[in-house]
Nanobody, 124 residues
Framework: EVQLVESGGGLVQAGGSLRLSCGAASGTFEHYAVGWFRQAPGKEREGVSC????????YFLDSVKGRFTISSDTAKNTVYLQMNSLKPEDTAVYYCAASYLGPCTHYSGSYFDWGRGTQVTVSS
């Protein structure tokens, strides 16, 4: 089990950038797949991006490809989601989640450790 803490959310104008961080408050991300999910009001949670330390694989939701990147800093036990060219439709609560030995997947059921989320609001 790993305890996750997200940070970096906030209010930004359309076209702006934010960098979200997912830190392992306890444990490390070694042998974990770490995913970013988001949930907007009235909508289902969706997988945005993922990175796996097991095989180096990555995943991106089609609507964020070319705008978002994901990276990890093993020394800091932190996974980053760099979000550029933000759009109002990116507004949501963003969660990070971890799956021990799991694959890099957009399926939320594969993840068992979740953070509390950080709000991202993009104004038009």
């Amino acid at each position: 089990e790993v305890q996750l803490v997200e940070s970096g959310g906030g209010l930004v104008q359309a076209g702006g950038s934010l960098r979200l961080s997912c830190g392992a408050a306890s444990g490390t991300f070694e042998h974990y797949a770490v995913g970013w999910f988001r949930q907007a009001p009235g909508k289902e949670r969706e997988g945005v991006s993922c990175i796996s330390s097991n095989d180096g694989s990555k995943y991106f939701l089609d609507s964020v490809k070319g705008r978002f990147t994901i990276s990890s800093d093993t020394a800091k036990n932190t996974v980053y989601l760099q979000m550029n060219s933000l759009k109002p439709e990116d507004t949501a609560v963003y969660y990070c989640a971890a799956s021990y030995l799991g694959p890099c997947t957009h399926y939320s059921g594969s993840y068992f450790d979740w953070g509390r989320g950080t709000q991202v609001t993009v104004s038009s």
